[in-house]
């Protein structure tokens, strides 16, 4: 997925509000940018770290910029917009780059799926119309040197996806867990059990029931964010 025009590096602030961010821009100084991830955002920006941004080139927004990168004190680039996860694995599965999910006919996102009332991120459908479900995850946790972990906060809604995915499975579809990071220094990814052990729980009773999981990590740098390789998942 390209950026559509170069990304402005500024200095970190503060983040607030959830939505909200603070920054230094080099030429237009202190200024409040849009922050496109209402998660914990944990270990994900720290004062003083690199914060890329993006003109909307909208005049008719109230914070012109939008924060889609942090480069940390190593760095590693994260993609923080955790709207871009499924574009870039939606993109990857149409250009045939994910070895695991390949031969499909049709390709749809946002479908309406399940028993809780629930949209899967993507839908595939071969020939003879068996159906993939796929469910995207953004990573960003790193912790441990290059370990990342999901989630970085509790999630009840996380559990409910699973739950339809185990589900999606009993009615004899395929499913998948699809854990993209979006970290450049995270090399392995393992259930947060520290932080959500309930989630943890859930999805081992998910693989166990015959949920795929799928890890691939991103390519990422300030023209660009794509899939790259394959990485090891840790239960």
């Not at 694995?89 to 996102?109: H, M, N, P, R, S």
């Not at 953004?138 to 040197?145: I, P, Y």
């Not at 970085?152 to 589900?167: F, S």
Request: aromatic share 8%.
């Amino acid at each position: 997925m390209e950026f559509h025009q170069s990304l402005e590096p500024t200095q970190l602030v503060k983040r607030y509000k959830r939505f909200l961010t603070d920054v230094i821009h080099p030429n237009e100084g202190e200024m409040t940018v849009h922050c496109p991830n209402t998660g914990s955002m944990k270990n994900c920006w720290q004062p003083g770290w690199t914060a890329w941004i993006l003109d909307s080139q909208n005049p008719k927004r109230k914070y012109q910029y939008t924060w889609v990168l942090s480069e940390n004190d190593k760095g590693d680039l994260i993609g923080i917009n955790t709207h871009f996860a499924n574009n870039i694995v939606y993109e990857a599965i149409v250009a045939g780059k994910v070895k695991e999910l390949v031969g499909f006919a049709d390709v749809k996102k946002e479908v309406k799926y399940g028993e809780e009332n629930s949209r899967i991120d993507i839908l595939l459908t071969d020939e003879s119309d068996q159906k993939t479900f796929v469910e995207v995850k953004s990573v960003t946790l790193l912790e441990d040197d290059d370990k990342g972990y999901f989630p970085d906060a509790v999630t009840t809604r996380g559990q409910k996806h699973l739950r339809e995915l185990m589900h999606c499975v009993k009615q004899g579809h395929r499913a998948v867990l699809f854990f993209l990071v979006q970290h450049t220094g995270i090399n392995s990814v393992s259930a947060a059990a520290h932080i959500d052990p309930d989630y943890s729980q859930v999805l081992a009773e998910a693989i166990s029931a015959g949920v795929e999981v799928l890890v691939y990590n991103t390519d990422i740098s300030v023209n660009e964010i794509k899939l790259g390789r394959s990485l090891e998942f840790h239960q």
